[in-house]
């Protein structure tokens, strides 16, 4: 999804626009015959997974939010905001600056932070479809939930254009300007961990949403959004084991850039696998 950049100024440079010399278009990262080769296989996939399995209703919608949390948590990582952090949790400590700390340190305070945030909103998306999803017949909900990540599938695969309603607000950076960067690691984990606050990088977390609201579980929402906070870390592990390695900073965030829409594509296609295995289920 393209994010436009508005009201706050960036901690980072614009890396969510496509300027292919930075972040390659979706079409010129994967050509389209590639992608439509892999909406057939993995609906194909996906079906027989359903037809195989027969789990009930319940069972196949808890299995389909189980799957799109563990998409969610890669998925959502390769945007500006995820790149930033990366960028203040690896970073050395600028001199001069307030606080004492070590990326390992950063890392845990990101990781807390995200995970105090994100494991409530999870779990009152549960409750929230605990009051009034009670009544709705689990069938329904099943094949309404398929029919959107179809959708979604082909959105994120650049087939289709659906609506990504967000808070298109990015991470605010004064900042890190003003804080220590455990401080910084902190609030930006807090900030992200409920996934709304910012930009939402991947259409795979409206159908988590949506299967966590369905499914009427507190404890699976609390369990997926921790998932998802845990996993949004990820740019900052390989960022701390890139530059021990040598690596620079700049190296980091191009080869992030270029593998973005390889992620993309990935999650087009889970999506649109999860959406054949919960149609199929119902049969």
Known sequence: MTETLVREPLAHPPLGVDVPEIRPTLESAVAKKTRGG???????VGAAAGLVAAPSNPAAMTAAVIATGAVTALAANWSTCGMSVAGVVAAPKQPGRRGSS????????????????????????GALGA???????????????GVIA??????????????TPMRRQQLPRHLRRTMAPWKVSLLF???????????????????????????????????????????RCMPSVLAILHTRRGGSMPGFLSAMCVIDRRVQ?????????????ALAALV
Request: hydrophobic share 60%.
């Open 189 to 231: 984990g807090a900030l992200i961990g409920p996934g709304f606050m910012i930009f939402i990088r991947s259409s795979a977390y409206y159908l988590l949403v949506l299967g966590v609201i369905a499914s009427g579980s507190p404890v699976l929402g609390a369990a997926m959004f921790a998932t998802v906070s845990l996993g």
């Open 102 to 125: 070590t990326p390992i340190r950063r890392l845990g305070w990101h990781a807390l932070g995200s995970l105090a945030t994100g494991i409530p909103t999870g779990a009152l998306f």
């Open 38 to 44: 892999l909406i057939a296989g993995a609906a194909a």
């Open 265 to 277: 594509t990935l999650t087009g296609g889970v999506l649109i696998a999860l959406a054949a295995f």
């Open 131 to 145: 009051l009034v999803t009670g009544s709705v017949p689990w069938a329904w909900m099943l094949a309404a939930w």
């Open 150 to 163: 179809l959708g979604y599938g082909l959105h994120e695969l650049g087939m289709i254009t659906l609506p």
